[in-house]
């Protein structure tokens, strides 16, 4: 069995805070405000899996409100949501990741965000594919009052 799943996180900048995006930090005048380090690649890819294996949310699994979270590495986060979901008997096939931002440019992260995600997987980079579009200056995104990602995760049932 074949199940799809979808997800979408964004946070606020901060400037002076470093940027990590899908596992790299980028070099970035303006990180993200959160909770943990803030990686909307991480966190929307992470509810993107626990969607696909219908295993609850990234809030669900690792609420703001655990001190346990505080500033916490969303890879490993996305690499403990994917051991629960591999207990309930799926294995991740592939994912397609959009990262929303006027800045900094993603494509020159792009193959470092998809290698340190299907290692975080036990995947390989060529499953996992991220790319950047801009919102062409308009909403709270164009406006540069955050960066958002959506993503789409295949799992299969094993």
Known sequence: MTRTGIGYD?????PGRRLVLGGVTIPHPEGLVGHSDADVVAHALT??????????????LFPDTDARWKDADSIA???????????????????DITVIT???????????????????????????????KTNEGMGF??????RAAIAVATLERR
């Open 77 to 95: 986060l996305l690499r403990e949501a994917y051991a629960t979901v591999r207990q309930r008997g799926f294995t991740f096939v592939q994912c």
């Open 47 to 60: 509810d993107a899996i626990l969607g696909a294996a219908g295993a609850g949310s990234i809030g669900a």
């Open 10 to 14: 964004s946070h606020r900048f901060a």
């Open 141 to 146: 995104i164009g406006r540069r009052e955050c």
């Open 102 to 132: 006027e800045a900094p440019k993603i494509g020159p992260h792009a193959a470092a965000m998809a290698t340190c995600i299907a290692e975080a997987l036990g995947a390989s980079a060529a499953d996992v594919n991220v790319k950047g």
